[in-house]
């Protein structure tokens, strides 16, 4: 069961936690995939007294080690001492074991250093897709890692917009809906994907959607902040308007 390479251990985090060892789902307890996911997300070694801490936050310190110390024993039995790295002061992730959530925010920045061009090219477009559309760990509400799923929310809706727009430039409207729609969807209220959606639909002549589009935006703003959208989209409707009366003048 030891690994031979890269892909033999693969951690997911989004939606939800899997641990695959050569290619078979390994079972963890809900305790053992928190201590996972809570090593995963930080960028380097974690220290075990903040670690059992998170974990365990309303247990005193002593007690809470001891669980920790349980847990990682327990653990490392069903993996074979191959997921995670351990010293007296330190819990950290085996360096050969791949994870979902590590590849998609090295995607993300990607996108957000060059307007998403290193992800339009050969199958990291459909990687970026699918890992960019889930949320971190649905249905985990633990306290620790509230902040973890918001930045990740936050990164990921940034990132579809960004690649949504370069679709747009590109007059790709099937892929700008795609993705337009999901960054809309985890962030309902957001703006920017309504209007690169409109936008896309007005270049392809599909007017009514366009104009449904943002009914149903501008409907929503209403109920939920009692607010109005900003000048943007009914801007672009307007220009659309006005280009199709001058060209019917043409006629």
Same mark, same amino acid.
């Given at each position: 069961m030891r690994p031979t390479d890269r892909d033999t251990v693969h951690v997911s985090l989004l939606p939800d936690f899997v641990c695959r060892m050569d290619g078979r789902v390994v079972d963890l307890s809900d305790i053992?995939?928190?201590?996972?996911?809570?090593?995963?997300?930080?960028?380097?070694?974690?220290?075990?007294?903040?670690l059992a801490a998170?974990?365990?936050?309303?247990?005193?310190?002593?007690?809470?080690?001891?669980?920790?110390?349980?847990? &990682?024993? %327990?653990?490392?039995?069903?993996? /074979?001492? =191959? *997921?995670?790295?351990?010293?007296?002061?330190?819990?950290? #992730?085996? !360096?050969?074991?791949?994870?979902?959530?590590?590849?998609?925010?090295?995607?993300?920045?990607?996108?957000?250093?060059?307007?998403?061009?290193?992800?339009l090219g050969g199958d990291r477009l459909p990687q970026a897709w699918s890992m960019l559309r889930h949320?971190?760990?649905?249905?985990?509400?633990?306290?620790?890692?509230?902040?973890?799923?918001?930045?990740?929310?936050?990164?990921?809706?940034?990132?579809?917009?960004?690649?949504?727009?370069?679709? &747009?430039? %590109?007059?790709?409207?099937?892929? /700008?809906? =795609? *993705?337009?729609?999901?960054?809309?969807?985890?962030?309902? #209220?957001? !703006?920017?994907?309504?209007?690169?959606a409109v936008q896309s639909c007005l270049h392809v002549g599909e007017v009514a959607d366009a104009h449904r589009r943002y009914r149903r935006y501008r409907e929503l703003l209403s109920s939920e902040l009692g607010v109005a959208p900003s000048s943007a989209i009914p801007r672009l409707l307007k220009q659309d308007r006005e280009r199709q009366l001058a060209l019917a003048g043409d006629y």
């Open positions: 053992q995939q928190r201590l996972v996911a809570a090593v995963v997300l930080d960028d380097r070694p974690v220290g075990r007294n903040d998170r974990l365990w936050p309303d247990v005193p310190p002593v007690r809470a080690s001891a669980r920790l110390r349980q847990t &990682l024993w %327990r653990l490392n039995q069903v993996t /074979v001492r =191959e *997921l995670l790295r351990t010293s007296h002061t330190t819990v950290a #992730l085996a !360096e050969h074991v791949e994870v979902d959530y590590r590849t998609a925010a090295g995607l993300v920045s990607a996108v957000s250093r060059a307007d998403g061009d290193p992800l949320p971190l760990l649905y249905g985990w509400d633990d306290e620790w890692l509230v902040p973890f799923q918001g930045k990740w929310e936050l990164q990921r809706v940034q990132a579809l917009e960004n690649l949504a727009e370069t679709f &747009l430039q %590109r007059r790709l409207h099937s892929a /700008v809906l =795609e *993705l337009a729609d999901a960054a809309a969807q985890a962030d309902p #209220l957001r !703006e920017g994907p309504r209007r690169i």
